[in-house]
């Protein structure tokens, strides 16, 4: 099993001490593509506004195994059968379910490589490992890309109450100082069971689920989507965009070299998985040289650059003088919208064809529970099983997965 | 204002240091009225399912005084304006407001002092402390019966978001271990404010009270109405009431000298007020001696008593071999509850007649939030109030203020 | 091994879910010895102090119970051998280390039943349970006694860094919120080997032993030995005492029967192991039938009691009016007590001979580590041990184990 | 005082809810040279081994600022009359009392930027600061440099119990999960007092003193000091050397333009506060403009540099393969390092003259408590005052305060 050298623990300021379970587990934690993720924010630009959430996408992933152990082990002793095999595969599903992340992932989505969800990259990043590790991560793959027959691992990796959400959103909350967010993980857990290879939750659990279901909601909207947040999180696009529309007009760019790469290039769905030419690095191999630092310190160079929207932007992300944002449940008038980009360009000097990188409006949308998506299905003493939205009587379950829309606009706060 | 002599600060395992503000809260926290409340614990037999749960009203009382502070800052500190006289009155009013409940305060209602709440109770004794302190606490008074024009005052002692719900249900969530019913009461506090002399919620709290309505629901099933705990509470009661019985037909009883007037005198609403005769004292001296020790004690003797229903019922309490519950939406059949009396009155060679006290049902009901009651109001940006039934499109109020109705069946576990 | 319907989870405020591991723990749980324990509070009356000290020592038990499973499953971990008798016998002893105590166990042992240990007692009850479980405990006894050849399984019970101290000191700072006492147990547990049949820290784990000594001794300043306690159990060794010599001398006095039989009768330790009377109680049984609430309900009882010491005395107690007390290192002359003593006398009217119940000195000491007692030995890289004493540059252990004696003079507050 | 648009609160895990308590602070807080301290952690790369130890020094000074007002807040309640601007003026001296620390402070210290230490820096920022704002900063400056009389301000800022160190005890353990670091700051703040313009502890304060101590030298040998941080350190002083030496020899070497310039020129103590040529940055400019996304990114690029000792440090720090380390008492025998370089010579094909970038020995040292520095002062109750050392007879006071050196040897692991 386990050799004695590689008996590692891991000191969790959330969960104290977390044992790694087995080699090839911790292996895969040393892998450079692993170690990547500690250069990786969990949530990006958040901790402009809670100082604390710095933990990284390293931190999230060895918390996610955590649980699996936890749930695992209680799916056992309930007597579900789960071999040796399984066990580990799983464990390996959920260490490596968010290894395809970009930094500012949401941001670089939008304006640098494009077309490509990191679910995808994940699973691209867990073939060029497996194929690394001899195959040892077939069943994990398969689980991951739920084509096991046994769907109830892959619904821990991936569902309504995987271990993927029960650790973000513990270790957000506790990272943020939003101590609301706290979700009763190792109750919810405690409750989970197998009824024909599904996941389910026992009846008492069921107000541990609500109550983690409203505390999901109210992370959505006081973290996840706070207003200052998505504003600096706007900018960032935009910054991005406009580095990339200067380099496609060859204008000279500070840049680290792999950054360089994907602002000097167009990266999308179509030529990602390109074979390089040979004594050339992969698209992939690029790309998992890409982290938190490279965009930082571009912007920090970026502030002093001659292109005064580029600069504009870089500094008052790197200083935090954040744009305004107004948020309102309507889209925002024209006519409004226009008056602002009015005074920015006189303000500015900036031409009005470019003041939509300072001046915009867009939208947010957030649900909390999704009925198409994998549903929470609650086992009653009896043995009949009920899903969540009809075992619930104070939850406006319809609400909870009605996308609320949010339009916002955003504008530097010297124009009044 | 404060001598130092009485600046005194207390450790509270929830809180860290509380500072006790006045003087004559530190005098009233050293009356023997007071003190009696170290001897009654706030979730009665409680601990019987979850052993930590042995905190007092006596903690609850100082907890509820230090949100209380926390929150008058806070109004203080947005421009409401309170006095000085206001601000000690209803920290008065709160450190006071559960003074009256008699030990395990549901079971003796129903079982030796009857038609008295514990609200009344709390006002006498209000009232006999205001007579000792020679009126101080007059204002406390009116704002405790809401009879001050300040209707905030009173909100803050008994409303939908009071000092007491929100210091209970951390403390009880605390030491019950059901990390889940944990409050934000913190931030809650923060976004209080004031408009028209009325207690509003700001609009950006409106997740907080969300969950804070969803964690109290969550309290109530699995603390409050545990079944276990249900069980327990409803053998004290029938303990109790057999005990009076037998009291009434002068079977000799071990007591202890309070509970002894109590169970051998009719005690109600009209004549718990009555003057004592000269010598003897009072009915309110009477009640503030009795405690949870009173109870415990005698039921221990009672364990070794006669009556074999008295002993059945003491003994099983005592050494927590608690009767099994069943629960359920609908009545229980009358067929189902003869044929468990028949069972057991054969089982333990006990009249039909009396078996009522070893197999009864009853049913429970609770409501996290009610219509009738004070209202949440939150107040909007613009400065626009509106109900929170209508705030929140997550929760469904109507359902939460509805009564949740339950039967329950009860009887010893040997009858199978 | 387990069945299903004992499969039991405990809720623990301090480590959250506990599990019990076997079918025998979870029946000497239900047992009513066992029960007993949740009403005898671990720390007396120290919740004058410290309003959260409630804490009982049936949650103490079960708390070290815990610690147990932990410390045998890092042990085995690290690859030795613990057989599964082995593993059952060491935590049923942990389980019933305490099983003895009286309640108020210092104050009782110095006014009631004397001249006998907790220790013994324990013994006592463990070996009559023993017999009732028709001798599964045997090797559980030899392990208590220390007889078994394997040392560290009675280390772990009982020597410097066993699990009943890592508990209580966790437990006590836990619930009184004095939060400097907390202990890293889960470091210390991580840190234990065994080496020769004895137990041993890894040398990495010495600065969590010296931290934790340091803890232990600020929780008997802080906690254990502070003066108000002090007072107050001081205040209720002499009115046991006081009421001890009324009942010598026939006077009648209220006491809740279990504890009338040790008022009225002098037990020791040369006839508490009588056998009884046919038809009569043990006084084993009599004394396992004692609580805190036979205790604090006749002190309430005493407090209008006609005897001037003993009404005066316990009306103390009831309503935390506790007697000033005066600390220093030196004896107290006896000419400042005689002046002190003649002033109450005066203000009383009591009895110069009588006075030594209201105005006494006394001394206590403490100890954090004994050289006499087991020694911690600490396992170096290279396989060496080393004692505690030698490896630790920075703790004077000589002065940790040095007794410190203070003295202390108690009198009531009115006399200047 | 404060306007209502700064009325700032930050959500901080460690503590709640944070104030801040004027606006000429919240100024400071937005100024871009703190805001940079949001990109230099704490404590470098010590989340290598706690990987939850990503805090930054923007946290830590806000942390002290929160302790500050509250140890204010209680020597203003014991009678110390502190006036407005004083309070003001401390604030700020904590507030800033770090902003001259370069990233991975102790690394860049032996490597880029000599002879220059953090705390001269941070003077000329704060004079730079007080500048900008027009002389406020006068007093701040006067206690920061402990010229005010009043030495208990800058004691609060710099002495064996200052707030510096209150703070970041508590947050370098709760951040590293490394339970045992935490420090009773609140209840050490409520025993301060001041005498005669000193800063005291009230008696009854000691164990709290000997317990932070105590947690103090815990967190040095298992944190601060813990051997692999200690090689990781090393080898990021090394790959800086060579970095440097390479550009004396104009090797080519990408870095970041702010990096750039330290490592093409000579930057020491006489030249850093040179005035710069008209339309160039100053050098004290350049620096504020450096933080730890330079060295990380300049480091992951030269981990494909051609130079072979270059590379191997980088990418080792890169991809945390990180260098044995053994630790002892003694200096290592001359005799056994070079056996190891001239192994690693063979092995990496690396000359002998360069190989002491990867195989190398150094010394470290701590000491918890030093007698030169201030003393820990504790108030008798009788007023008179003790120094700690005579205080405490349990610390060996003398021992944590003489330096504790540790020799260390450091050198890549596949070199048997």
């Given at each position: 099993m386990k050799t004695q050298n590689k008996r590692k623990i891991i000191n969790d300021p959330v969960y104290g001490f977390i044992n790694i379970p087995s080699d090839i587990i911790f292996d895969l934690?040393?892998?450079?593509?692993?170690?990547?993720?500690?250069?990786?924010?969990?949530?990006?630009?958040?901790?402009?506004?809670?100082?604390?959430?710095?933990?990284?996408?390293?931190?999230?992933?060895?918390?996610s195994l955590h649980l699996m152990t936890k749930a695992l082990d209680v799916l056992i002793a309930k007597g579900n059968n789960i071999s040796h095999e399984e066990y580990e595969a799983v464990c390996i599903a959920i260490l490596l379910h968010d290894i395809g992340h970009a930094p500012f992932s949401h941001a670089l989505e939008h304006s640098i490589v494009k077309d490509i969800s990191h679910e995808e990259i994940s699973l691209a990043i867990m073939q060029k490992l497996n194929s690394n590790f001899s195959g040892k991560l077939d069943l994990a793959l398969e689980i991951f890309q739920n084509n096991y027959h046994r769907k109830f691992l892959h619904q821990l990796v991936s569902g309504q109450l995987d271990m993927d959400r029960l650790?973000?959103?513990?270790?957000?909350?506790?990272?943020?100082?939003?101590?609301?967010?706290?979700?009763?993980?190792?109750?919810?857990?405690?409750?989970?069971?197998?009824?024909?290879?599904?996941?389910?939750?026992?009846?008492?659990?069921?107000?541990?689920?609500?109550?983690?279901?409203?505390?999901?909601?109210?992370?959505?909207?006081?973290?996840?989507?706070?207003?200052?947040?998505?504003s600096a999180e706007s900018m960032l696009i935009k910054t991005l965009k406009r580095a990339k529309e200067l380099a496609k007009n060859n204008v000279e760019l500070f840049a680290t070299p792999s950054l360089h790469f994907f602002l000097y290039n167009e990266i999308n769905n179509s030529n990602f998985y390109d074979s390089p030419e040979p004594g050339q690095k992969s698209?992939?191999?690029?790309?998992?040289?890409?982290?938190?630092?490279?965009?930082?310190?571009?912007?920090?160079?970026w502030s002093e650059h001659s292109d005064k929207v580029l600069s504009l932007l870089s500094k008052s992300i790197l200083n935090r003088k954040l744009f305004r944002i107004e948020i309102q449940e309507e889209r925002f008038r024209k006519n409004k919208i226009d008056k602002i980009k009015a005074s920015a360009s006189e303000l500015y000097k900036i031409n009005l064809k470019k003041i939509d990188y300072l001046v915009f409006s867009d939208s947010i949308s957030n649900y909390a529970y999704t009925l198409?998506?994998?549903?929470?299905?609650?086992?009653?003493?009896?043995?009949?099983?009920?899903?969540?939205?009809?075992?619930?009587d104070i939850l406006n379950i319809k609400i909870l997965s009605k996308k609320a829309k949010k339009h916002f606009l955003i504008y530097p706060k010297d124009i009044v």
């Open positions: 934690l040393e892998h450079p593509f692993f170690q990547r993720l500690r250069r990786i924010k969990q949530l990006g630009l958040t901790h402009f506004v809670y100082p604390g959430a710095l933990h990284t996408r390293f931190q999230h992933a060895i918390g650790d973000y959103l513990r270790r957000d909350s506790f990272f943020s100082g939003v101590s609301e967010g706290v979700v009763g993980s190792e109750r919810i857990i405690k409750m989970l069971n197998v009824i024909d290879d599904e996941l389910v939750v026992e009846a008492k659990g069921i107000y541990s689920v609500e109550k983690f279901l409203i505390a999901r909601r109210l992370m959505y909207w006081q973290v996840y989507l706070h207003k200052t947040v998505l698209i992939l191999d690029l790309f998992t040289s890409l982290d938190d630092d490279d965009i930082m310190v571009s912007i920090k160079e198409e998506d994998s549903q929470i299905n609650i086992l009653n003493k009896d043995g009949s099983l009920i899903e969540l939205s009809e075992a619930s």
